[in-house]
T-cell receptor, first 112, second 111 residues
Framework: EAGVVQSPRYKIIEKKQPVAFWCNPI?????LYWYLQNLGQGPELLIR????????DSQLPKDRFSAERLKGVDSTLKIQPAELGDSAVYLC??????????FGPGTRLTVL | GENVEQHPSTLSVQEGDSAVIKCTYS??????FPWYKQELGKGPQLIID?????GEKKDQRIAVTLNKTAKHFSLHITETQPEDSAVYFC??????????FGPGTSLSVIP
């Protein structure tokens, strides 16, 4: 069974530039999560989708972050414009009927 | 808001010894407690979980215990091996169906 796929794995951009991350969840998983993981810390939820509906986006900084999951499968997380403090690992996870979350390898973002 | 604390932040043990990581949570309505292992450059991987109606669960060298009254739960790894070296995260699912992660414990197993 293929796991959660994320791309790119690494991204280096200059501040004020836009950036986008892509996630393809495990087939059949209706729930998709985007997490932010700062160095030396645990993942923090940014947004959770049930199919194509964002059911929890309370921690998403909506002034610069946006996300979509148009067909209820893969998802894109965007930052525009990026700030120095956005440097972190962005993790995508998905879950099925058991609610067990499976994580992708993450995208490491560096903002210069 | 909801919070999960985790101790210690770093742990070094000799190969073959046991390792114990302890967590506390704030939301008394939390009902699901997963533990994740994260290796360098990879995403967290679920290694064991426990639900609120169970006090203890064991899977080979790994066991978790839960004390709902005290809002404590712990991970126990016995007969540690070098490949157990990683960062371990405890987590709790809150009444709002959100999973809150602890800050992590960096475990080093010294051969």
């Amino acid at each position: 069974e293929a796991g959660v796929v994320q791309s790119p794995r690494y991204k280096i951009i200059e501040k004020k530039q836009p950036v986008a991350f892509w996630c393809n969840p495990i087939s059949g998983h209706n729930t998709l999560y985007w997490y932010l993981q700062n160095l030396g810390q645990g993942p923090e939820l940014l947004i959770r989708y049930e199919n194509e509906e964002a059911v929890d986006d309370s921690q998403l900084p909506k002034d610069r972050f946006s996300a979509e999951r148009l067909k209820g499968v893969d998802s894109t997380l965007k930052i525009q414009p990026a700030e120095l403090g956005d440097s972190a690992v962005y993790l995508c996870a998905s879950s099925g009927p058991t609610n067990e979350q499976f994580f992708g390898p993450g995208t490491r973002l560096t903002v210069l | 808001g909801e919070n999960v604390e985790q101790h210690p932040s770093t742990l070094s043990v000799q190969e073959g010894d046991s390792a114990v990581i302890k967590c506390t949570y704030s939301d008394s309505a939390s009902n699901y407690f997963p533990w994740y292992k994260q290796e360098l450059g990879k995403g967290p991987q679920l290694i064991i979980d426990i639900r609120s109606n169970v006090g203890e669960k064991k899977d080979q060298r790994i066991a978790v215990t839960l004390n709902k009254t005290a809002k404590h739960f712990s991970l126990h790894i016995t007969e540690t091996q070098p490949e157990d070296s990683a960062v371990y995260f405890c987590a709790a699912r809150t009444s709002y169906d959100k999973v809150i992660f602890g800050p992590g414990t960096s475990l080093s197993v010294i051969p």
